[in-house]
């Protein structure tokens, strides 16, 4: 079901929402084009700053460091609450960029906002509580502890698919624990980038923090390489894919910098006998096709118990045609469009290696809104029934593309689950608690995620996010994921007024 899109005029939206967020639009301009995936045209021009300026940038946050790290965190929380309460007064006007930029339905846009708040509350709390452990001393008259200290400038490079939230969980947190922040958002979200950074600047001057301690570059890759190599970066977090996260890990590695990596995913979902299918088919749906098949937790494979999969494709192949797909501004579609042409063609050739490898298109698959406007991407989410042993269920694909699998016992569900090089995130749907369990222990999921009776994607901020094998092993967000952007110090304060030395060694 496709619906075309309306006549607003997105461009002079999307202008007044950047003002309203603090951005001088009269300013703008430069080599740069912001190009919405909705309608396919230019909003706007923005500068593309080169590896001189990304230098620069790190100089100001390099030099702010040495002010802000001697802040009291909880007076740093100060400067994050005040975010997160501009964010929330500006909500709808961020959220209509995300939605220009990155194509979302309406409410995802402004669930992506709402994560950015949620982690700025979630920040302000943790600012009193970078808690550090005191330990028992084998030694009279000592005391043993750890301290927890800031870490230097903090390089974050953030994806299309979440132009700000992924962001926000590394800059909320970044900020309380003492760093400096510079940001390389994807050129493609730079509108997105420029209405946030206005806003945090807002925070920063009406708090009194030190100017520089938040950056933007607005860089291709050699305008951002400074990031990866300049040894003041002491931390560099990357959200992409897993070829640039090869590229740079190694880079950042050499200079003994410490990386923060958020790379591929390729999930999915086991559906057991007992599962609740109702259930599970509307858990599927939503993690397959939303957001068109563009999040790093969008379920690429279901794995289905053979004596229910003929029931459950049946309600799968009834469900997708159902799925409006058009302007995700007119509440009533529920698919947007891919982010560009690159996409398309990636999702086409995908297409193409499952049915040589011997897969069966069951739904969907088509691109549809073409003749009305040629330079965007609407395509049907599709459906692909495929022999369990073929190559390209193993590889990524950032498009609403659902491998089917079959299986006949649980042994069998869980290799196929665990047999891809990502580890991101995982599902399972049952009302076995022994599966459940078995799904959750040490030979379960090997996934970063892994939910039970919930699909694959929708993580909230309290818990860390991050996957293993090819994903990367970074976590960020909620949990303990402050840790990341902090260095550890082991004390001992000897108060005994005599110095034994550990492990009773005698020396003098």
């Known amino acids: 079901?496709?619906?075309?899109?309306?006549?607003?005029?997105?461009?002079?939206?999307?202008?007044?929402?950047?003002?309203?967020?603090?951005?001088?639009?009269a300013a703008l301009s430069g080599p740069t084009e912001a190009r919405s995936p909705l309608t396919g045209e230019v909003l706007a021009r923005v500068p593309l700053h080169t590896a001189a300026d990304t230098e620069e940038a790190i100089s100001r946050a390099a030099d702010a460091f040495t002010t802000w790290r001697e802040v009291p965190a909880p007076v740093r929380g100060a400067t994050v609450k005040r975010w997160g309460e501009l964010l929330t007064e500006?909500?709808?006007?961020?959220?209509?960029?995300?939605?220009?930029?990155?194509?979302?339905?309406?409410?995802?846009?402004?669930?992506?906002?709402?994560?950015?708040?949620?982690?700025?509350?979630?920040?302000?709390g943790q600012s009193r509580m970078l808690y550090g452990k005191t330990?028992?001393?084998?030694?009279?008259?000592?005391?043993l502890m750890e301290t927890w200290?800031?870490?230097?400038?903090?390089?974050?490079?953030?994806?299309?698919?979440?132009?700000?939230?992924?962001?926000?969980?590394?800059?909320?947190?970044?900020?309380?624990?003492?760093?400096?922040?510079?940001?390389?958002?994807?050129?493609?979200v730079n509108l997105s980038a420029l209405a946030t950074h206005a806003l945090l600047a807002r925070a920063v001057q009406e708090t009194g923090a030190p100017a520089d301690i938040h950056q933007l570059?607005?860089?291709?890759?050699?305008g951002g390489a400074p990031l990866i190599e300049d040894e003041r970066v002491a931390l560099v977090s990357a959200t992409g894919s897993t070829r640039m996260g090869r590229e740079i890990a190694p880079k950042v590695a050499e200079r003994f910098g410490r990386i923060l990596l958020e790379l591929g995913g390729n999930n999915a979902a086991i559906v057991t006998p007992s599962a609740d299918l109702d259930l599970a088919l509307r858990g599927i749906v939503f993690a397959a096709a939303g957001t068109a098949g563009q999040r790093c937790t969008t379920m690429r494979r279901v794995i289905v118990h053979e004596s229910v999969v003929e029931e459950l494709t049946r309600k799968l192949v009834a469900a997708y045609p159902t799925l409006s797909i058009g302007d995700p501004r007119n509440e009533e579609n529920l698919v947007g469009p891919l982010v560009n042409e690159a996409s398309y063609r990636a999702m086409t050739q995908a297409l193409a290696d499952a049915k040589a490898q011997g897969g069966t298109v069951l739904t969907g698959g088509e691109r549809v809104l073409e003749e009305q406007y040629p330079q965007a991407y609407y395509v049907q989410p599709v459906i692909v029934q495929m022999p369990s042993q073929s190559a390209v269920v193993r590889d990524e694909t950032f498009a609403p593309i659902l491998y089917l699998l079959t299986y006949s016992d649980f042994d069998e569900a869980i290799a196929l689950q665990n047999g891809v090089p990502q580890g991101l995130s995982s599902a399972i749907f049952t009302t076995d608690q022994g599966e459940a369990e078995r799904f959750l222990s040490a030979s379960g999921s090997d996934c970063g995620i892994a939910n039970v009776n919930i699909g694959t994607s929708g993580a909230e901020i309290g818990g860390a996010f991050g996957g293993d094998k090819e994903t990367g092993g970074g976590r960020e967000s909620g949990s303990d994921a402050w840790r990341v952007y902090m260095r550890q110090a082991t004390n001992t304060v000897n108060y005994s007024g005599q110095l034994p030395l550990a492990q009773g060694v005698k020396f003098l």
């Open 90 to 124: 500006h909500k709808d006007d961020l959220a209509v960029i995300v939605q220009a930029e990155a194509g979302k339905i309406t409410s995802e846009a402004l669930g992506e906002v709402q994560e950015m708040i949620d982690i700025c509350d979630f920040a302000v």
């Open 217 to 222: 570059v607005l860089a291709d890759r050699e």
């Open 149 to 188: 200290h800031p870490l230097g400038v903090v390089g974050v490079i953030s994806a299309f698919n979440f132009p700000v939230a992924v962001y926000s969980w590394n800059t909320a947190l970044a900020l309380i624990a003492g760093d400096t922040v510079v940001w390389k958002p994807s050129g493609m």
């Open 1 to 25: 079901m496709t619906q075309t899109l309306n006549e607003t005029a997105l461009k002079d939206t999307v202008a007044a929402a950047l003002r309203a967020c603090g951005v001088d639009t």
């Open 135 to 143: 330990m028992p001393s084998e030694r009279p008259g000592h005391r």
